[in-house]
């Protein structure tokens, strides 16, 4: 049982440590500046949809989904229906 609460404590404090460092903030930041840019861009509100995706590259510039939906705008605004 003092097995199984001290291995129970390791895995929280790790936890804890994880979430409190930058790169996890930043990485919930990236995950929600997407999540808005892609309901934006879903509405058809591409102006908005590309303020956000711009923000999440300037905190990730190598986020796939950022990159993939400015080109998805940048294809919709080159060729409009």
């Known amino acids: ?3 199984a609460f001290s291995l129970i404590l390791i895995l929280l ?3 804890l440590l994880l979430a409190s460092s930058p790169l996890f903030a930043d990485s919930l ?3 929600y500046l997407c ?3 892609i309901n934006y861009y879903e509405r058809g509100d591409y102006t908005n949809a590309l303020t956000e995706f711009k923000k999440a590259l300037v905190i990730d510039p190598d986020n796939e989904t950022a990159l993939d939906y400015i080109s998805y705008i940048e294809e ?3 060729n409009p229906r």
């Open 1 to 3: 049982m003092k097995k």
């Open 13 to 15: 404090a790790a936890f």
């Open 29 to 31: 930041g990236v995950d």
């Open 35 to 37: 999540e808005l840019g």
């Open 76 to 78: 919709e605004t080159a």
